[in-house]
């Protein structure tokens, strides 16, 4: 099982360093996480770290492919009110 | 001049977006503009060799420089090392300052500039959704006492070390409007040379939460009676004597580089001293940690970007 990041990532290097397993690596369009180094940090730590620093929400999926910060869980903006901001927005 | 070598951030501030999808953005700090320390150096030598009036570099993002703490120091070092009369400063978010206070201190450090929005983790909770604390996420009011501490800790390190501190405060009606007061208060009687606030800064366009969540800036009045009550005169100046003028002065030196194209409405002549001192370091307000690098119009303005120090 490893953790995959996906479109969304913004680049920010912040959880490069902090992967106790060196499975991150820069890349284009955006970083990605070796599947094959990647332990989901366990043994090192409680909470897997690339998760844990990722400002984006839904850009680090889960061994089982599930965004680990689902929308509004790190910006604690609802995403209703996101989504009918951005409609608002794009008609402008 | 500043140089955007530091990316990562560890903590979320709710005007801040760390993820801006807006096609027409070229805020200073964005991706294309991240430079390796190497480059950083490259450019900071080849600036100050045509530009004589390039007398100090800083770091200010676009995340927090001390959250990237090798690509920070290591540009300070070698800057340190081959342009030994450039002077450095640095801005930050503080959570990790205590630990890098002495590391920082062993190059040309002018100055510090922290971005101080309370003291109160219960206001804090309102402004923070989460920091990066011992390889965990922490969020709320848990996660805002542990910056604030760390905040503190770091502002005394300095001053007791006789580094000039900085400290950078957003205004965010309702939140904190009151509570800078108080801010002041304690930062000034720590040491802090000048407290600087400026305007929160929120569209929906920005994507950040205040933004979305429709809460307002300050008014011009109620920004102008804040500040006065923080009294933006610096204090602790005591290694440089202190005239007005040669705070003025000193303070110009700071992001007034003329490789960076920040807003300067007003000017610099006439009686609005204090307003100098303010504009030269906070560059006509900008936000923490957020950009509001701001083009005059209000275009953008409360991604992110790097002119804070």
């Given amino acids: 099982m490893a953790f995959k990041i996906i479109e969304g990532c913004v680049n920010c290097w912040a959880c490069e360093p902090l992967c106790p397993s060196q499975a991150i690596f820069e890349s284009k369009p955006h970083f990605m996480i070796d599947a094959k180094k990647c332990t989901e940090c366990e043994g090192d730590y409680l909470d897997a770290q690339c998760a844990s620093i990722c400002p984006i929400e839904g850009a680090v999926l889960d061994g089982f492919g599930v965004p680990t910060n689902p929308p509004g869980s790190l910006t604690?903006?609802?995403p209703e009110r996101l989504a009918s901001a951005m409609a608002e927005i794009q008609v402008r | 001049m500043h140089v955007a070598v530091a990316p990562a951030c560890n903590i979320q501030c709710h005007y801040c977006n760390r993820k801006y999808d807006c096609a027409n953005e070229s805020?200073?700090?964005?991706?294309?503009?991240?430079?390796?320390?190497?480059?950083?150096?490259?450019?900071?030598t080849a600036v100050a060799a045509n530009i004589p009036q390039m007398t100090v570099l800083g770091i200010a993002g676009p995340g927090d420089p001390l959250a990237n703490r090798e690509r920070t120091l290591s540009t300070f070092r070698e800057l340190t090392e081959k342009a030994p009369d450039i002077k450095l400063c640095v801005s930050t978010n503080g959570l990790t300052l205590p630990d890098v206070v002495d590391e920082l201190c062993e190059h040309n450090i002018d100055h510090v500039t922290i971005t101080v929005n309370c003291v109160d983790p219960e206001v804090g909770a309102k402004i923070y959704s989460w920091i990066f604390w011992k390889n965990r996420r922490i969020k709320g009011v848990k996660g805002a006492k542990i910056l604030i501490e760390q905040q503190q800790k770091g502002l005394e390190m300095l001053v007791e070390r006789g580094v000039l501190v900085k400290v950078n405060s957003v205004m965010i009606p309702g939140v904190n409007d009151e509570h800078l007061k108080e801010?002041?208060?304690?930062?000034?009687?720590?040491?802090?040379?000048?407290?600087?606030?400026?305007?929160?800064?929120?569209?929906?366009e920005h994507g950040t939460f205040y933004g979305l969540m429709g809460q307002r800036g300050p008014?011009?009045?109620?920004?102008?009676?804040?500040?006065g009550e923080c009294d933006a005169r610096p204090f602790h100046r005591p290694a440089q004597g202190g005239s007005l003028l040669f705070r003025r002065r000193y303070l110009r030196g700071c992001g007034d580089g003329a490789a960076e194209d920040h807003p300067?409405?007003?000017?610099?002549?006439?009686?609005?001293?204090?307003?100098?001192?303010?504009?030269?370091?906070?560059h006509a307000g900008g936000c923490g940690h957020c950009a509001q690098w701001g083009a005059p119009d209000g275009t953008h303005r409360g991604g992110r970007g790097g002119c804070l120090s």
């Fill in chain 2, 183 to 204: 801010v002041s208060r304690i930062v000034k009687a720590k040491g802090a040379f000048l407290h600087n606030v400026m305007p929160l800064i929120a569209e929906a």
């Fill in chain 2, 219 to 227: 008014t011009h009045d109620e920004l102008r009676a804040l500040q």
């Fill in chain 2, 264 to 282: 300067r409405p007003g000017g610099l002549r006439g009686g609005a001293l204090r307003e100098d001192w303010v504009r030269a370091l906070g």
């Fill in chain 1, 76 to 78: 604690g903006i609802p």
């Fill in chain 2, 27 to 44: 805020r200073p700090g964005v991706v294309s503009e991240l430079l390796t320390p190497d480059q950083a150096v490259r450019k900071v």
